[in-house]
């Protein structure tokens, strides 16, 4: 408990230290307002039917170029990580970034979807929506005054590739709420350009990347720009008009094969029905199902692909297929995306198997055990595991097995329920040989309580 204290308010102090360092309007901000007043005003007059105008943003459909107005964060005479290339002016995070747009963010997204650019979806961990879903934008960055546009590589390193960090970004829109307004423009964090996946900015970075691993790998050098110096930022899209988007959905069902008159003992007994828009419905084993995914990678498509699991299917054939879709799920394959109503996410049969034994578990999730009751029978039992952590001299806690017979699905949801969420996650132990049918629908039950779910297969 002293150390969770301790922990906590290291965590703490911290936290005021960072909050401590916000920059914060400078003395010359209300001057940069005037100038991008005076430009907005300027532009209105000038724009064409071709041009689009907001303040301190401008659209040529035309041209198919977006430009927006920033305000440099400013030299500290020292390299910095920055976990964002832009924020909006009202953002909390202007000292973890490059520069301060002087417009709304949400207004970039608008501008954005006016020269053509559809908008994509960030990422959402809790429904287990890992990857940034978009088309690529290109930014550069050229003086208010007027100048050579220059890459943002040439403000931004990237550590691990000893080159300036790539000027393509993924498109993803934030986060629009029922009442038309958009995340982007809170103050926390209010990100316009994220440097690691942010769940509410504008655009994203082009890959699977945490705010971990994205911060130290990103340095500014000092000097790239002064501070509270106005700058517009250039975005265009990757790709011409007329090609195909980057972006391609595909809809993938695995399930027995066809013809197959026993349970599905391994990936041999397995097809997969594909659903692209225009592709029809085709239907293939796992290998030639790889290789078309692949394939769609190779001519320079991103496959954002969701899964479903005939419940048809055995826990040994899932312990087989998760690992084949894992090989292939990367930045140079495909995006897994999360699991449609009803299904739960692949790797849910990845289970770390250390998990088996309570005593190597750091929590204890509920449990749900399916057992062969006779030759056609199921017996099912939830399990909670209580953890009595009064006894003050032993380090780990005494652990109390309490099991609940399940007659029918109904009485997992109200033993749920009544205890509560818990950890939020299941812990699913089944014979090799069942079907999923044996567990999914009490996982559906609770789904919503228990989102996260793993399927030991005993």
Known sequence: MRQIIGALAIGMTFACAAEAQRIGPGSGREANREAVKRWTESQLK??????????????????????????????????????????????????????????????????????????????????????????????????????????????????????GMSNAFIYVGSVWREDGTCEADAPDPGSVVSTYNEPATVLDAPRLISQNAAYGRYVIEPGVMDKESLWCLILRPERAADAPPRVAPVELTVQPRAGLDKPPSGIADLEWVRRAPNDGVTTNVTDEAVKGLMKLVQSGREPHVALRFDDRLTVKSMTELTPVIAAIEGEDGIRVDGPPDGQIYYKAYQPKQEWRARDKRLMQPYELRIERDGETGWRKTFVQVHEDWSDESSLDPKLTVRPYPLQNWGELAEHVEKLGPGQGVLLVFAPADAPLSVFMDGVRRVHKVLPTVYVFAE
């Open 46 to 163: 000038e724009a064409p039917k071709t041009r689009r105008v907001w303040p301190g943003v401008v659209a040529d459909t035309a041209a198919r170029t977006v430009t927006a107005v920033i305000e440099a964060v400013g030299d500290r005479g020292v390299r910095y990580q920055p976990e964002f290339i832009v924020v909006g002016e009202t953002s909390e995070k202007d000292y973890e970034s490059l520069a301060v747009l002087l417009a709304k963010p949400s207004d970039v997204a608008r501008a954005l979807e006016a020269i053509g650019v559809p908008r994509g979806r960030p990422i959402q961990p809790q429904a287990f929506r890992f990857w940034p879903r978009g088309e690529r934008v290109l930014l550069a960055v050229r003086p208010f005054a007027g100048g050579p546009e220059r890459p943002i590589g040439a403000f931004v390193s990237d550590q691990q590739t000893g080159k």
